[in-house]
Each structure stands twice: as C-alpha cells, then as structure tokens.
C-alpha cells in the first residue's frame, strides 16, 4: 500500500492564482482529512469527509474547496490566492471516526506571493 | 467545544536524560486523546492513544502517557530519550465525533 499520497510536493504561486491539491489513499478510508500547518499554530482543519459526496467545513474553510467524488480522492481546490495561504498542506485519511489512527500523507508546501 | 494547551512550544534535553511533554485539554463531554509525533519533513504518525480503559498507555518506543481526568492533563513522558526522538510532538483530543482538535505541538531536542 502506498498510504496518503499527496501531490505536488511544492508549489509557488502568484497572488490570485488558482490551483488543486490532490490527496489520493488507497486503505479504503471512509474519513478524510485536510489541514493547515504553520509554524507554531500547529494543525487546523479545513475540510473533511465522512464519505464519498459528503464533506463539510472545518476551522479555516475560508478560500478552500473540496469535492470527493471517489472513496479514494480528496482535492482541495484554491480559488484566488493569497498570502495568507501560504504553508504546509497534509491531507489525512482514517478507516472510521478520528478515535482510528489518522495517516497522514508527507504534505504540500505552498507559497503564496 | 473542545480545546487542547501544550504548555511547552520547546523542550530541550541531554540524550539519556527523561522527559516530559505537557498537555491539557478542555472538553465538556467524554474525551479520546492522542499523541502524534512528526520528525523533520514528514507528516504526523500516532505515537499513542487514550480511549478507555486503563489510564496508563505506552508506545512502542518507550513513551508513555498517563490520562488524569481530575486535572485533566496527558503528559507524554519517556525516561531516557535517544537522538532519534528529535522531532516535534502534537497533542490532540476528540469528542469522537467527526474530527481531532490539534495543540500547538513541542519541539523535542537532544543534546548529545
């Protein structure tokens, strides 16, 4: 098994631009997971799913969009970036509730200027 | 809603030498808690997790942490960490619902 992966692995961007982070896991996880890490704030959630076509808002949906048409893939859609969106992405998957271990993929680091 | 406080942002320690990582939460329900730790470039992995049962769990590597409800803490402890432990560990807590409220995470460095 290949586990969560992530793709790209870096990216700069140009302030409102577009682009979509894809997560794809191949456990057959129902939930799945993404979040936001800087530096020294620790992780926040932005979206996640309980299900193929069921999603719903973290802490910091603002400016993301999600869509999971699949079991296996969860994008995470950037409209109009900003700086403020620059950090690290990890996308994370577990096979029922968050009481199951969350696997996390190796993450995305995105700039933003 | 649920919280979690790492009291620590860094924890310095000689190699050989114990430590503690201190967490407390906040919940107004029943709490499942969580350790996970991330080394340099990686995404978090779960070093252990409380969910019932005996309040006292332990990690395959020799860290473990104890559950106190009346003070409602979930210190990470090991008695003599290696190099290898260089990493920084988050905290966690859930209601058991649909998501993980993550702390702030501490940096663990050893000092050779």
């Known amino acids: 098994n290949a586990g969560v992966t992530q793709t790209p692995k870096f990216r700069i961007l140009k302030i409102g631009q577009s682009m979509t982070l894809q997560c794809t896991q191949d456990?057959?996880?129902?939930?799945m997971y993404w979040y936001r890490q800087d530096p020294g704030m620790g992780l926040k959630l932005i979206y996640y799913s309980v299900g193929a076509g069921i999603t719903d808002k973290g802490e910091v949906p603002n400016g993301y969009n999600v869509s999971r048409s699949t079991t296996e893939d969860f994008p995470l859609r950037l409209e109009l970036a900003a700086p403020s969106q620059t950090s690290v992405y990890f996308c994370a998957s577990s096979y029922e509730g968050p009481t199951y271990e969350q696997y996390f993929g190796p993450g995305t680091r995105l700039t933003v200027t | 809603a649920q919280s979690v406080t790492q009291l620590d942002s860094q924890v310095p320690v000689f190699e050989e030498a114990p430590v503690e990582l201190r967490c407390n939460y906040s919940s107004s329900v029943s709490v499942y808690l969580f350790w996970y730790v991330q080394y340099p470039n990686q995404g978090l992995q779960l070093l252990l997790k409380y969910l019932s049962g005996s309040t006292l769990v332990e990690s395959i590597n020799g860290f473990e942490a104890e559950f106190n409800k009346s003070q409602t803490s979930f210190h990470l402890r090991k008695p003599s960490v290696h190099i290898s432990d260089t990493a920084e560990y988050f905290c966690a807590v859930s209601d058991g619902a649909s998501k993980i409220i993550f702390g702030s995470g501490t940096r663990l460095s050893i000092r050779p």
């Open positions: 456990m057959n996880h129902n939930y």
